[in-house]
């Protein structure tokens, strides 16, 4: 029961429609948070950061560990497989990308959210909120770039060489 629905989530389309599925309102987020943040608003940008945060760190967990589920749940081999190992190389790549931005959005957040006696954002909340923003959209351009780069290796056999170099 749980190998098909696996068999399913590892797909390279279903991969790149949950891309599109997040990138969508990820891109929305950023632009909201900016106009509120242009208009003074501190909390709910924090809230859509922390929120489009767990989403970025979530997903990427997901996609790094493509490899991993196909091992686990014996989906490798087969005609495929050249392409599906350049799949997980770039799953794994960008995952660990959304993962990263993802974490350092939230940490910008947690500092601005944090008492000033313990982290002095007073006065910087709006910066920090900004950077932790652009981190976001960095989240959003590794999704747009794996969702093109997915699709190259879908339609057109395009893959990416392994992380783990031969002498």
């Not at 997901?62 to 081999?77: D, K, T, V």
């Not at 954002?121 to 709006?126: A, H, I, K, L, S």
């Not at 780069?149 to 395009?158: D, Q, S, T, Y």
């Amino acid at each position: 029961m749980v190998r098909p629905a696996i068999r399913i989530f590892v797909l390279p389309g279903t991969i790149v429609l949950i891309d599109v599925l997040i990138l969508v309102p990820l891109l929305l987020s950023v632009f909201t948070i900016i106009v509120d943040l242009l208009q003074g608003k501190l909390d709910e940008p924090m809230e859509i950061v922390e929120g489009v945060g767990v989403v970025l760190i979530g997903w990427g967990v997901a996609m790094e560990e493509r490899p991993s589920l196909r091992e686990i749940f014996n989906l490798r081999g087969g005609a495929k497989e050249t392409i599906e190992a350049g799949i997980d190389v770039l799953c794994h790549s960008s995952g660990v990308g959304l993962l990263i931005f993802g974490l350092f959005a939230e940490i910008a957040v947690t500092a601005v959210r944090l008492p000033n006696h313990i982290i002095p954002t007073e006065g910087f909340d709006p910066v920090v909120l900004y950077v932790s923003t652009f981190l976001v959209a960095i989240g959003a351009y590794i999704l747009a770039n794996h969702i093109v780069r997915m699709l190259m290796a879908i339609f057109w056999g395009r893959i990416p060489e392994s992380h783990h170099h031969h002498p």
